[in-house]
């Protein structure tokens, strides 16, 4: 069974209740109960058009984001549109960047993009303790 309450479900449950209400007397003890429940029911239905975004749960196709984003097909939307985020504040950070913090930003990826040139991929488990004398854990 789904769990999920569509706008069907709730726009019955809310013209039973209306229904209801006016069908009962007002001096009846569940009076109060069908004017909660179409409360109840009213306030779902607030929530969950609030909640809904206004895009796909995830990518209908890939998506390619120059410079260097690459989403495939599936990922969640909410991922890209982090990423998105992310991008744009380390854009702005670097926008705001003095010369010369720019220049020691620059040195340093730099020396990252140097260091990971240098670095062999370890094909086997016997290849790394052999590169790191036999302080691999298993």
Not at 4 to 18: G, I, R
Not at 21 to 50: C, F, M, N, P
Request: with cysteine; charged share 30%.
């Amino acid at each position: 069974m789904n769990n999920k309450l569509t706008d069907e479900t709730l726009s019955a449950w809310k013209m039973e209740a209306k229904i209801s209400l006016g069908e009962t007397a007002k001096g009846a003890w569940d009076y109060s109960h069908h004017e909660a429940i179409l409360a109840l029911v009213t306030e779902l239905q607030e929530r969950r058009k609030a909640e809904v975004p206004g895009y796909p749960e995830t990518l209908p196709c890939p998506v390619f984001l120059e410079p260097g984003l690459k989403f495939d097909k599936g990922v969640r939307t909410q991922l890209v549109l982090y990423a998105l985020r992310c991008r744009a504040d380390y854009y702005a950070e670097l926008g705001g960047m003095t010369a010369e913090q720019r220049a020691k930003h620059d040195v340093g990826i730099d020396e990252f993009k140097a260091m990971l040139q240098g670095s062999q991929p370890v094909s086997d488990r016997d290849e790394l303790r052999e590169q790191t004398g036999g302080d691999c854990e298993s």
